[in-house]
């Protein structure tokens, strides 16, 4: 199989303290990427050295050879020269008449192109970012200067010598400040952040600014524009004029160029423009004031989508033009850049995603997408990206009364609404019986999820940005909100809607009964059901609770109307919180929900904490690529400690699962060992080792029971699994002989002379299992009597699972000395007894079960096992026989179907009543987490060879896509098997991520588990 790109490009985004470097395929797709520090002081021929060092280094990285490489594209700060490739001057690298060109190629030999760093930024928002498919476009970033660059006619424009772009130094203001260029009155004199960084210096010396300087230290010195934007924010007045004098000067600037050139759009970014609002407002009421109706009503003014990487996918951007130039002899057209594939690095904050009102045209729209936040102890909150709650199991505090399990929703959600200058605006989404009741999200201006969801509304000249997050290892949620209030005094109202009933279930009026007690900030409200712990509502930030009484009357549930269920609900009002706002006002409000004492510290506080928590995370797995970063971030809502074991466990799914013997340890490699969490792992190895029974481990806990259910047959065969991935990631083998081999042995004998459910070994050396109307294995779905997928005697995955089991266990028995252990004749017969019964010579696949009835030789998935486990019976060419079938008639694209469309009892699209949908659970439905173990046999099967890898890469990348919807952030449990391929079932399911995240780490960026080599000498595969 072919498949590879026939030539790649590099993009170098060189700066003066960092430089970027990326490797791409020839249609920009990011294969690789790297930040190292400049090193300036140095001299031109360390740096030079270093990017030449840096690009090899990435081309090892990926595996491409030297002559696929085809041009080196680099942007510069300064002035240069484009046609000879000499940097002429450039202040930040303190160079001058540097032939960089000439120097990079003489070490790499490959073709070199360089151009301006601002004129690449704006390139890079044209093809990859906010100005995509806007032929007139400007980009002015606004930092510590001001540059920027135009996109005229889909073409970069630099002018007659190179000097297009100097926005920054257009004049604005005659016999202004002086600017560094020696002119007076350019923008850059006037809007950058030096030059407010400047205004508050002055202000300070005037005897002013005492607020500037509190945020600054107290330090005349280390005054910057991130101390007036500090000080702003909190309502000073002499720092909010100095932001306002700069906007309203760059206003003036970008009126100026929009009259000049009428461009389609106007990208501002940088460091001021993240300021935020104050800046942004007095660049929209000058551009309003100073432009001709007819540009004002074509150009944009939007933010830049790129931030830091604007550089580099400049570069790498000018590289694909001039690929395609030389190769067509023509100028690309814009659109060409249109269907790049786009792999960001991962930055802490920087992996987000965001939403704005194309998301939410209208409300069914607005509903398709889920957020989730949670504890770290089976609590969470979660609803839509509209605020509309259309699932009973969705609120803003579903609280874990026994962790993970007895969750209750407490808090249901929290409505807004803002009274000002004598009208209101209601903030709220809800829907009722006769449809959408109210529609607040009209007034949504950007949803973004990244550490939390936040939601900003813009109405009038108000803001209010709403932050959810919980405290971990508590039951409370913080709904923080930052107002910025407008010319006119008004007061906000926040109306909360609580319950207090499982998750499973709704509530009618008059069911419970509600209490309410005042305290102080708030309210403490108790009902009928004594079982369960009071909610306490408070909020800091002048909110004066005021108690009222009343109930919300049939919130209907769109979800659960879909689903066949009861899909009306009642819930209960005590009051509303209500907070005074003065004209201009900015405030902080933050309402705190909880079940338990709260946690000392503000709203702020707490945030910055949770989210400290979860960079410190994504620290510790180390990675940099943006999707591995992205399901890192996902693992971790899954981690969760129980109570009753003391230890931490694995939540199978949100929002209805609680954790799965057999979910725990498909999942346990993903999301504890390729993200680093040793400890938790260890600590989940133990707690089922404890837990065995019989040799069998718990197939799940109940919701709240203190005890487990037995009733799985693979649960302990992926116990093995799990160890086998344990040690060669962390090479502890004395943890695995003094808790866990023990374990192993017992359950390999029980499984050998036979245990419960009917779980035995037969005279062939296979297991089989279970007896009619007894579900074990993964597809387990019954209804009532009704065993939907009847799977007892052998099937294959278990005996896949199996033989893998006595392989490791043999490899660990000689490892601890304990050879006599195991008979190898034992694993020569079942790889025999496999073969010859499973094996399907003329069509190249295996059979699923083994029965008293015969064989099934209907085409399912659990084939898989017996090539992607570690240890495999097959050969390489029956493992690309099961792979291909699994392939042609099982593949579709974001899971793998549960059975073939050439069935008859195969059912393409999971939805309606219990009975419907578990009736084509595994029946057709296609399973996330089988990505996982398909990449790996299909890498395995191809022998790990460079087109396979670039195939595995093509099975990921539609995941990118996946996680802006359904659940934002995570992997979905199911979809449809029929087109387009709907997500359905747990909008977060854990296996799905783990083995997504599994897979990618180690089939696609090929990280091997770090104690492998170490291992390997003992454990060696077959």
Not at 188 to 203: D, N, P, Q
Not at 331 to 354: F, H, N
Not at 599 to 605: A, D, M, R, T, Y
Not at 617 to 646: H, M, N, P, W
Request: with cysteine.
């Amino acid at each position: 199989m072919s498949g590879l790109p026939d030539h790649y490009l590099i993009g170098v985004d060189l700066g003066g303290t960092k430089i970027h470097t990326a490797l791409a395929t020839g249609n920009g797709s990011i294969l690789a990427e790297k930040r190292i520090l400049t090193g300036t002081t140095r001299g031109q021929v360390y740096v030079i050295g270093q990017i030449a060092t840096t690009i090899r280094q990435l081309q090892a990285q990926v595996g491409i050879p030297d002559n696929l490489i085809k041009v080196v594209a680099l942007g510069s700060p300064g002035s240069l020269n484009t046609s000879t490739g000499a940097i002429q001057f450039s202040p930040n690298l303190r160079w001058r008449d540097i032939p960089v060109k000439q120097l990079l190629e003489q070490q790499l030999s490959i073709k070199v192109i360089i151009d301006n760093d601002a004129n690449l930024a704006a390139l890079g928002e044209y093809v990859f970012g906010a100005g995509r498919g806007k032929d007139n476009m400007v980009y002015i970033t606004v930092s510590t200067g001001v540059g920027g660059g135009l996109i005229l006619g889909g073409q970069l424009y630099h002018g007659a010598s190179d000097g297009a772009g100097e926005i920054g130094h257009t004049t604005v203001l005659p016999d202004g400040p002086l600017c560094s260029c020696g002119a007076r009155g350019c923008l850059e004199a006037l809007s950058s952040g030096t030059a407010i960084t400047r205004e508050a210096r002055c202000l300070i010396e005037r005897g002013g600014g005492k607020n500037i300087l509190r945020q600054a230290g107290g330090s005349p010195e280390k005054i910057s524009s991130v101390a007036v934007a500090a000080a702003a924010s909190e309502g000073d007045q002499e720092a909010i004029s100095i932001i306002t004098q700069a906007a309203r000067f760059l206003g003036i600037g970008v009126a100026n160029i929009i009259n000049l050139l009428n461009p389609d759009m106007v990208v501002l970014g940088g460091g001021v423009m993240e300021i935020g609002e104050p800046v942004w407002q007095g660049v929209r009421q000058e551009v309003q004031a100073r432009t001709f109706l007819s540009s004002r009503d074509r150009a944009k003014v939007v933010p830049a989508a790129l931030g830091q990487r604007s550089g580099v996918l400049g570069a790498v951007a000018l590289a694909m033009q001039h690929e395609r130039h030389n190769r067509t002899l023509i100028a690309p057209a814009p659109g060409e850049y249109k269907a790049v594939t786009l792999i960001m690095i991962c930055e802490g904050e920087a992996v987000m995603y965001s939403f704005g009102k194309d998301d939410w045209r209208t409300f069914d729209r607005g509903i398709e997408k889920e957020w989730l936040v949670t504890n770290g102890i089976g609590g969470y909150a979660s609803s839509t990206i509209i605020g509309a709650n259309t699932r009973k199991y969705h609120g803003l505090l579903v609280a874990a009364h026994n962790p993970p399990g007895r969750r209750v929703v407490h808090l249901v959600k929290l409505d807004e609404r803002l009274v000002a200058g004598g009208r209101t605006y209601n903030l709220a989404a809800n829907c009722s019986g006769y449809g959408v009741s109210e529609s607040g999200y009209i007034h949504l201006q950007q949803v973004r999820i990244g550490y939390v969801p936040s939601f900003t509304y813009s109405f009038a000249d108000i803001t209010l940005e709403k932050i959810i997050f919980m405290v971990h290892g508590r039951n409370t949620s913080v709904i923080l909100y930052r107002l910025n209030n407008g010319s006119k005094p008004g007061t906000l109202y926040l109306t909360p809607l609580v319950n207090c009933r499982g998750y499973h279930f709704i509530t009618s009026e008059g069911q419970v009964d509600f209490k309410q007690n005042l305290i102080a900030g708030g309210v403490y409200i108790s009902s009928s059901r004594a079982e369960v712990s009071p909610l306490s509502l408070t909020a800091e930030g002048g909110a004066l609770y005021v108690p009222d009484g009343k109930w919300y009357k049939g919130m209907a549930y769109a979800a659960e109307k879909e689903r066949g269920e009861n899909y009306f609900e009642d819930h209960y009002i005590p009051g509303y919180f209500e907070v005074p706002l003065t004209a201009g006002e900015s405030k902080t409000i933050a309402v705190f929900a909880s079940t338990e004492a709260l946690e000392g510290g503000s709203g702020e506080e707490l945030l910055e904490k949770e989210i400290g928590r979860r960079r410190g995370l994504e620290k510790q797995a180390g990675y940099q690529d943006d999707l591995a970063c992205r399901l890192v971030r996902a693992a971790d809502a899954f981690i969760v400690q129980r109570q009753s074991t003391a230890a931490k466990t694995v939540i199978a799914g949100y929002p209805w699962f609680t954790d799965w013997g057999r979910d725990t340890m498909i999942a346990l490699p993903g999301l504890t060992l390729v993200t680093k969490r040793f400890k938790d792992a260890e600590e989940i190895l133990l707690t089922f080792a404890r837990l065995n029974k019989n040799g069998l481990l718990p197939n799940c806990f109940q919701d709240g029971a203190e005890r487990a259910m037995y009733n799985t047959v693979d649960a302990s065969l992926w116990y093995f699994h799990a160890v086998y991935k344990y040690l060669v990631y962390t090479g502890d083998l004395d943890f695995v002989h003094n808790h866990v081999y023990p374990v192993l042995k017992d359950i390999i004998n029980c499984y050998i002379s036979g245990t419960d459910y009917n779980i035995s070994m037969d005279q062939d050396g296979l297991l089989s299992a279970g007896a009619p109307g007894v579900q074990l294995t993964w597809m387990d779905a019954k209804i009532d009597d009704w065993v939907v997928t009847p799977r007892h005697g052998k099937a294959v995955e278990i005996n896949a699972l199996w033989y893998n089991a006595l392989c490791v266990m043999e490899k660990l028995a000689r490892i601890y000395g304990d050879e006599a252990l195991f008979d190898r004749d034992l694993v020569r017969l079942i790889k025999s007894s496999f073969l010859s019964g499973f094996w399907n010579e003329s069509e190249h696949y295996l059979a699923d079960v083994i029965s008293p009835e015969g064989k099934d030789w209907r085409i399912r998935p659990n084939q898989l096992l017996a090539v992607s486990l570690p240890f495999s019976m097959l050969t390489q060419g029956q493992g690309q026989g099961v792979v291909r079938k699994v392939w042609q008639e099982l593949y579709a694209t974001y899971g793998i179907r549960s059975l073939s469309p050439e069935s008859v009892e195969y059912r393409g699209v999971y939805i309606g009543d219990r009975v419907q949908r578990d009736g084509a659970y595994h029946q057709g439905t296609a399973w996330s987490w089988l990505v996982g173990p398909f990449i790996t046999a299909f890498r395995r099967a191809h022998e790990y060879s460079a087109p396979s890898r670039e195939q595995a890469r093509r099975f990921i990348m539609p995941f990118l896509d996946h996680l802006r919807t359904h659940g934002i952030g995570y992997i979905s449990e199911i979809f449809d098997a029929n087109e387009p391929i709907l997500p359905r079932g747990c909008f977060a399911q854990a296996w799905g991520v783990a083995e997504i995240l599994r897979s990618y780490v180690e089939d696609v960026l090929e990280i091997h588990p770090p104690e492998e080599k170490r291992i390997n000498p003992f454990i060696k595969k077959e």
